[in-house]
T-cell receptor, first 114, second 112 residues
Framework: DTGVSQDPRHKITKRGQNVTFRCDPI?????LYWYRQTLGQGPEFLTY????????KSRLLSDRFSAERPKGSFSTLEIQRTEQGDSAMYLC????????????FGSGTRLTVV | EDKVVQSPLSLVVHEGDTVTLNCSYE??????LLWYKQEKKAPTFLFML????IEKKSGRLSSILDKKELFSILNITATQTGDSAIYLC????????????FGKGTKLTVNP
């Protein structure tokens, strides 16, 4: 499978716990993006990496959220002290430069905070 | 703040019908408008539009951009049940920001 992979597919956690999601982009893509999507809404931008550098962060990304891409390949998104409002689909996408074909999205990680 | 508005939010048609989905935008330093199809999880890329008046076409789907009136339409002719999905419109900016700003999507249901 040469697409964007996300793990896990689903995560149920209790409020206050920490969770970490992983994204493996398409191997030749140097740009990686995280988005969050709630029911009835379009995806909302969270953050963007070019290689290992985190170049842009949304105001949505509170201090409980942190993302890394340590070697410019896979990325992790960690949410500390989860809240019910964090329940959403977390989508990862990747691209090579500014592509004429937009991003390629992964299938997402659905987080439910109970 | 950049804004993308899609209409209608929901649409139910019969197989064989033609549909038009609308997307209007307010974007500083506009670069492009993109359409995605989201069936279950991952949005899949349909079109990227950067120039006014040039229609992009893929099979029964086509799209066009009007940069003067700040909108785009996505047309689907001879709809099939497999076209049932959420269609997302997104805008991008010039000048360093790589993020896309998405609309809420149009949920299309095609009944047999």
């Amino acid at each position: 499978d040469t697409g964007v992979s996300q793990d896990p597919r689903h995560k149920i956690t209790k409020r206050g716990q920490n969770v970490t999601f992983r994204c493996d982009p398409i191997s030749e893509h140097n740009r990686l993006y995280w988005y969050r999507q709630t029911l009835g809404q379009g995806p909302e931008f969270l953050t963007y990496f070019q290689n290992e550098a985190q170049l842009e962060k949304s105001r949505l990304l509170s201090d409980r959220f942190s993302a890394e891409r340590p070697k410019g390949s896979f990325s992790t998104l960690e949410i500390q002290r989860t809240e019910q409002g964090d329940s959403a689909m977390y989508l990862c996408a990747s691209s090579f430069k500014v592509s004429a074909y937009g991003y390629t999205f992964g299938s997402g990680t659905r987080l439910t905070v109970v | 703040e950049d804004k993308v508005v899609q209409s209608p939010l929901s649409l139910v048609v019969h197989e064989g019908d033609t549909v038009t989905l609308n997307c209007s935008y307010e974007v500083t330093n506009f670069r492009s408008l993109l359409w995605y199809k989201q069936e279950k999880k991952a949005p899949t890329f349909l079109f990227m539009l950067t120039s006014s008046g040039i229609e992009k076409k893929s099979g029964r789907l086509s799209s066009i951009l009007d940069k003067k009136e700040l909108f785009s339409i996505l047309n689907i002719t001879a709809t099939q049940t497999g076209d049932s999905a959420i269609y997302l419109c997104a805008s991008s900016r010039r000048g360093g920001s790589e993020k896309l700003v998405f609309g809420k999507g149009t949920k299309l249901t095609v009944n047999p």
